[in-house]
C-alpha cells in the first residue's frame, strides 16, 4: 500500500510559480511511476506530468516550457514547479501512482494509476 500526500498549493498571480511536492509512504518507492493531474471544476481530470521509475517524463502541451516533473528516490517525493502559471492552470493538482515492471515510459492515462492524493488547490488570479 502506498500513501501519498501532497502540499504546495495556494493562490498566486498570473505569471507566478509554485512548487508542488508529493510525499509517499511505503516499500519500493523507486520502482513506482509518478504523476501529476489536475481536475479543474466542470472538467475531466487531466494528465499534467508524469515520470517513469526511470526519469522518464511526459507533460501535457499546455504546461510543456512552464512545468517540471522531478522525483528524488532518497526522499520518496515527486515535485511539479510550475512557472509562468496562468488562470487556466487553477484546478486541483493531485498526485498518483503505479508500480511499473520494466523499463518504458510513463503512463499518460489516470486509470493506470492505483494510488492518488487527496489534491491540493492551486489558484491562479489574472
Known amino acids: 500500500q502506498v500513501q501519498l500526500v501532497e502540499s504546495g498549493g495556494g493562490l498566486v498571480q498570473a505569471g507566478g510559480y509554485l512548487r508542488l511536492s508529493c510525499a509517499a509512504s511505503g516499500r519500493a518507492y523507486s520502482s513506482y511511476a509518478m504523476g501529476w493531474f489536475r481536475q479543474a471544476p466542470g472538467k475531466e481530470r487531466e494528465m499534467v506530468a508524469v515520470?517513469?521509475?526511470?526519469?522518464?517524463?511526459h507533460y501535457a502541451d499546455s504546461v510543456k516550457g512552464r512545468f517540471t516533473i522531478s522525483r528524488d528516490n532518497a526522499k520518496n517525493t515527486v515535485y511539479l514547479q510550475m512557472n509562468s502559471l496562468k488562470p487556466d492552470d487553477t484546478a486541483v493538482y493531485y498526485c498518483a501512482a503505479y508500480q511499473q515492471l520494466g523499463v518504458y515510459g510513463p503512463s499518460p492515462v489516470p486509470a493506470t494509476y492505483k494510488y492518488w492524493g487527496q489534491g491540493t488547490q492551486v489558484t491562479v488570479s489574472s
Open positions: 515520470i517513469s521509475s526511470g526519469s522518464l517524463t
